[in-house]
C-alpha cells in the first residue's frame, strides 16, 4: 500500500471560518464536545442504516458506541465512534470544503456582525460544528475508516490555513477525533476539557439523550491504595420525544434541538405530540429561531429524521414534511414501520401519509396560536419564514384555508405593521366586495404606482404584496373568506358608487365622445406594444398607466417563467390615459388639428407610453429610442 502524504489547503470560506474559530469568538467553548458527540452519534446512525440496507457490508455493529479517553499529561482528549466512518475523500470533501450554498452570503453577515454572539449564531446557521474544536485547539487529528473498506485516513492540522491528509492501513473502523488542548484560561472561558466532572457535566447538559452510550474509563482509587480503571456510561440515552412533556425541561428540549439541527441558537417554539389508535408514533418537532442560509436553495434540505421503535432509518426524511416546512426540525418515531423501509416505499405509505397531514396541521395550528397570543414570537417567525410558508398556497390545497390565516402582509393601512387578511375584511368599506392588492418589487414602488392613485383617492386599502412567490399565489387561491382577491393593476376599475356614476354619466359620455378618435389613432400606433388605448378610471394625477386584462399574467410571472426555461408568449397590455390630465388633453387637441397624425405626434405618443411603462416600475422595449426622442422634445422646449 501507498503511504499518500498531502499537504492541502482548506477552501477560502473554511479558512476563514477556521480563523474565527481560532480566535475564540464564542464565549461558550463546552459546545466543542457536544459537536463531536452529536457528530458521532450521527455516524452511528448511518452505520445502523446502511447495515440494514447492505447485508453484504462488512461491519461490526455489535456494540456501537461513542467513547471519550483522556490523556491528562498529554492534554489530549480524544472523542471516538464506531460507525460508518469516512473515506479520504470524504475527509476531504467534508472537512477541507464548505461544499453549501450560501457561503457567501454567511461571510458577509460574520464581517457585519458586532458581537461574538451574533457571529456564533451565525456559524451555527452554517452547521460547521467540527470547526468549533479550533476554540479549544492548538491542533487537531482525525483518524477515521469507512465501514467496509480496508484503508483509513489520517487527518491534522493547526487551523493555520492548511491539513495534512495520509492514507494509513492501521485505523479501527469508525472517527477518532484527538483535540490536542490549549492551556486552561479561565478569563478566556477556556476550562479544563481534560478533567472527568467537566466532561460529565458537559455530556449531562448537552449529551444525555443521545440514543448510543457515551462512555468514559475513569480511574477509582482502591482500598489498598491503587487505582483501578472502571468504564462508565455517562448519559441516559432516554429518547426525549418518548417521555412525557411534563417530565421534560425546556433546557433539554433546546439541546436536543441543537443536537438535531446543529444549530446554535435557541428554537423558537417546541412541538411534542404523540399519535395513539391505529398507527402510533411520537414527534418532536421545532421551529427555529432563525432561517437556514440555504432555505431557498434548490436542493435544501429538510429537517426532519425518522425513527422506528427508536432505531434511527433515514435523515431530511421528505414523506413526513412538505416542501413548504422544510425548515421545522426534529424526530418522528414510528411504532410499526419496518426497519428497512425505503423513500420510495415511505411516499406511497398510507399511514405515513396520515402523520404527515396531523404533523401538518399541528404546526399550522400552533402558528395560528403563536399569532393570536405571542406577537413577538410569531413577527420573528413570519420574518423568517413566511415566504417559504405561503409556498404552501400552491402547492398544498388541503391547508390553504389554514395558511391564509396566518399570512401576514403590508398593505397601506400601516406603513410599518403587517397586516392579516381576516383583518383586512373587517376593515372593509361599506359596500367593498373585493380584496384589493398589488404585487410589485417592493413597497415604495407599489405605494407610487399611478395604479394606486384612486384607491388612495377613495380611501381604499390596498395589500402591498412584495415576495415573488406573492405573484403567483394569489392567482392560485383567488379568493378569502368568498371574498376575491383582486389585483388593482388588472381590468377595469371604477370605484363611483352609483349616485356618483349617475352625476358624472354625462361628462363620461363626453370625454368617450371627445377621445374616442385619438384612441383609435393611438391603439393602431401603438399596436407592436399594446391591444388597446382606454380612458383611465384610476387615474388622479398620473398621465397614463398601463394594466393587464382580467386573467392576463402580469410582467413579472411573465419574467419568473422565462429565467426558469419556459416558453411564455408575450403579453400585450392596455395603456390607459387620464383625461383630466393637461398633457392628455393637450395631446387630443393636437390630434384634433393632425389626425393624419405626425411624426411630432406619433413620439408624443410612444414618450406617454413610455413613461407609463417606467412610472410602474417596468422595462422600455427601447431605451435608446426613447432617450432620443425625449432629448429632442426637450430641446425644442429651450
Not at 188 to 201: F, N, V
Not at 290 to 315: C, E, N, S, T
Not at 324 to 340: I, M, Q, T
Not at 376 to 389: C, I, Q, S, V
Request: aromatic share 6%.
Amino acid at each position: 500500500m501507498s503511504n499518500r502524504i498531502e499537504t492541502l489547503e482548506f477552501q477560502a470560506e473554511a479558512r476563514q471560518l477556521l480563523q474565527l474559530m481560532v480566535h475564540s469568538i464564542y464565549s461558550n467553548k463546552d459546545v466543542f464536545l457536544r459537536e463531536l458527540i452529536s457528530n458521532a452519534s450521527d455516524a452511528l446512525d448511518k452505520l445502523r442504516l446502511e447495515s440494514l440496507v447492505d447485508k453484504d457490508l462488512t461491519a461490526d455493529v455489535s456494540d456501537l458506541h461513542v467513547e471519550i479517553e483522556v490523556d491528562r499529561e498529554a492534554r489530549t482528549l480524544t472523542v471516538r465512534d464506531n460507525g460508518i466512518g469516512m473515506s479520504r475523500d470524504d475527509v476531504v470533501s467534508l472537512i477541507g470544503t464548505i461544499a453549501k450554498s450560501g457561503t457567501a452570503e454567511l461571510l458577509a453577515k460574520l464581517r457585519e456582525s458586532k458581537d461574538a454572539a451574533g457571529s456564533a449564531d451565525l456559524i451555527g446557521q452554517f452547521g460547521v460544528g467540527f470547526y468549533a474544536t479550533f476554540m479549544v485547539a492548538d491542533k487537531v487529528t482525525l483518524v477515521s475508516r469507512r465501514a467496509g473498506e480496508a484503508e483509513g485516513t489520517r487527518w491534522e492540522s493547526t487551523g493555520e490555513g492548511t491539513y495534512v491528509v495520509e492514507t494509513i492501513d492501521d485505523a479501527p473502523q469508525g472517527t477518532a477525533v484527538t483535540v490536542h488542548l490549549k492551556p486552561e484560561d479561565s478569563d478566556d472561558h477556556l476550562y479544563d476539557y481534560a478533567a472527568d466532572w467537566k466532561i460529565r457535566e458537559i455530556v449531562k447538559r448537552y449529551s444525555d439523550f443521545i440514543a448510543w452510550p457515551i462512555r468514559m474509563t475513569v480511574q477509582r482509587p482502591g482500598e489498598d491504595g491503587a487505582t483501578t480503571s472502571e468504564v462508565q456510561t455517562l448519559n441516559s440515552m432516554k429518547a426525549l420525544w418518548a417521555r412525557p412533556r411534563s417530565e421534560v425541561d425546556e433546557a433539554e428540549y433546546n439541546e436536543f434541538y441543537k443536537h438535531v439541527s446543529h444549530d446554535w441558537a435557541d428554537p423558537l417554539e417546541t412541538i411534542h405530540m404523540k399519535g395513539e389508535g391505529t398507527f402510533e408514533y411520537e414527534a418532536l418537532l421545532f421551529l427555529p429561531s432563525h432561517a437556514p442560509v440555504d432555505l431557498f436553495a434548490p436542493q435544501a434540505r429538510r429537517g426532519v429524521q425518522l425513527y422506528v421503535k427508536r432505531v434511527f432509518i433515514m435523515d431530511d426524511c421528505d414523506a413526513l414534511m412538505p416542501n413548504y416546512l422544510r425548515f421545522v426540525k426534529g424526530v418522528v418515531d414510528a411504532h410499526d414501520l419496518s426497519l428497512n423501509i425505503s423513500r420510495e416505499i415511505l411516499q406511497q405509505d398510507r399511514q405515513i401519509q396520515a402523520v404527515r397531514r396531523r404533523l401538518v396541521k399541528k404546526i399550522l395550528a400552533t402558528v395560528k396560536e403563536m399569532k393570536a397570543n405571542e406577537a413577538e414570537k410569531y413577527h420573528t417567525f413570519w420574518a423568517e419564514f413566511g415566504p417559504a410558508l405561503k409556498e404552501g398556497l400552491l402547492d398544498d390545497p388541503d391547508n390553504t384555508e389554514a395558511i391564509l390565516d396566518v399570512v401576514s402582509v403590508a398593505s397601506t393601512h400601516d406603513p410599518a405593521e403587517l397586516t392579516g387578511l381576516r383583518d383586512y375584511v373587517e376593515r372593509m368599506k361599506d359596500g367593498q366586495g373585493d380584496i384589493y392588492y398589488m404585487t410589485g418589487d417592493s413597497r415604495s414602488m407599489i405605494e407610487n404606482s399611478p395604479h394606486i392613485e384612486a384607491f388612495r383617492a377613495k380611501g381604499y386599502e390596498v395589500l402591498i404584496l412584495t415576495d415573488p412567490v406573492d405573484e403567483v399565489w394569489v392567482e392560485r387561491v383567488g379568493q378569502f373568506d368568498g371574498k376575491p382577491l383582486r389585483s388593482i393593476a388588472k381590468g377595469q376599475v371604477d370605484l363611483d358608487t352609483e349616485e356618483e356614476k349617475q352625476e358624472t354619466e354625462a361628462a363620461r359620455e363626453q370625454q368617450r365622445q371627445e377621445y374616442a378618435e385619438l384612441l383609435t389613432w393611438m391603439t393602431e400606433k401603438l399596436s407592436g406594444s399594446v391591444k388597446e388605448v382606454r380612458l383611465s378610471t384610476r387615474l388622479t394625477s398620473s398621465p397614463a398607466c398601463v394594466v393587464g386584462d382580467a386573467h392576463d399574467i402580469t410582467p413579472t410571472l411573465e419574467k419568473m417563467y422565462r429565467a426558469m426555461g419556459h416558453e411564455v408568449p408575450q403579453v400585450k397590455r392596455i395603456l390607459e390615459l387620464n383625461p383630466g390630465h393637461p398633457l392628455v388633453e393637450g395631446l387630443r387637441k393636437a390630434h384634433e388639428q393632425d389626425a393624419a397624425g405626425s411624426d411630432a405626434l406619433t413620439d408624443t405618443a410612444e414618450l406617454l407610453y413610455g413613461m407609463a411603462l417606467l412610472a410602474e416600475g417596468g422595462e422600455l422595449a427601447d431605451p435608446s429610442r426613447f432617450t432620443r426622442i425625449l432629448a429632442d422634445r426637450l430641446a425644442r422646449t429651450l
